[in-house]
């Protein structure tokens, strides 16, 4: 099955950008999504991009696809305080039900 | 609003008891989740139902049952045979449009003594 990795931990200074890695493994995989945890909550999709795009940009945040490598990125721009939270990568194959979550990425933001 | 909502938000149980989690989503959707949450792993599939009447087992089914007799509504009992029950749990619903994104509940955070 797909495995989809992240790194666990980026601490950013605050108006920086910060960009979140991602790599994963089934070239099949059709969607791919960002989503957003803050503590004690659930997940909030953020955004995702489909498998024949190779960016999207939504307001300050940029998320970049290499097919050929299988990795994505999400870049966050002018990042603030209430970034601070857990993001997940994650990925679905067409027709399937089940996506295939990152282990998540703890950005930390500091002043 | 449309949305998921999980009940309750703290639950704490004696060890030995079974204790059932609630997930209602009122967005329609066909397919619902639930996953479990520890610190440092992720997201992990317990059980996941496509329609109503119909669910099948994630990556860590044992000790807990799932039940859907209704399409809006997927309650998770964690039973006594599992083993370390105190986590995170995560429900989680799709519709099967262009984006299968999923939207999630907030979630419960489950306490055995």
């Known amino acids: 099955g797909e495995d989809v990795e992240q790194s666990l931990f980026l601490s950013v200074r605050e108006g920086d950008s910060s960009v979140i890695n991602c790599t994963y493994t089934?070239?099949?995989?059709?969607?791919l999504y960002w989503y957003k945890q803050e503590p004690g909550a659930g997940l909030q999709l953020l955004t995702y991009?489909?498998?024949?795009?190779d960016m999207k940009q939504d307001q300050r945040l940029t998320v970049l696809l290499n097919k050929k490598d299988k990795h994505l990125s999400l870049r966050i721009a002018d990042t603030q305080t209430g970034d601070s939270a857990i993001y997940f990568c994650?990925?679905?194959?067409?027709?399937?039900?089940?996506?295939?979550f990152g282990r998540g990425t703890s950005l930390i933001v500091h002043p | 609003d449309g949305g998921i909502t999980q009940s309750p938000k703290y639950l704490f149980r004696k060890e030995g008891q079974n204790v059932t989690l609630s997930c209602e989503q009122n967005?329609?959707?066909?397919?619902m989740y639930w996953y479990r949450q520890d610190p440092g792993q992720g997201l992990r599939l317990i059980y996941y139902?496509?329609?109503?009447?119909?669910?099948q087992k994630g990556d860590i089914a044992e000790g807990y049952s799932v039940s859907r007799e209704k399409k809006e509504s997927f309650p998770l009992t964690v039973t006594s045979a599992q083993k370390n029950p105190t986590a995170f749990y995560l429900c989680?619903?799709?519709?099967?449009?262009?984006?299968?994104?999923?939207?999630f509940g907030p979630g419960t955070r489950l306490t055995v003594l």
């Open positions: 967005l329609n959707h066909d397919a």
């Open positions: 089934d070239s099949s995989s059709t969607y």
């Open positions: 989680a619903s799709r519709l099967a449009d262009s984006s299968n994104e999923q939207f």
């Open positions: 139902s496509q329609i109503v009447n119909d669910f």
């Open positions: 994650a990925g679905i194959s067409g027709g399937s039900y089940i996506p295939t």
């Open positions: 991009i489909f498998s024949n795009m």
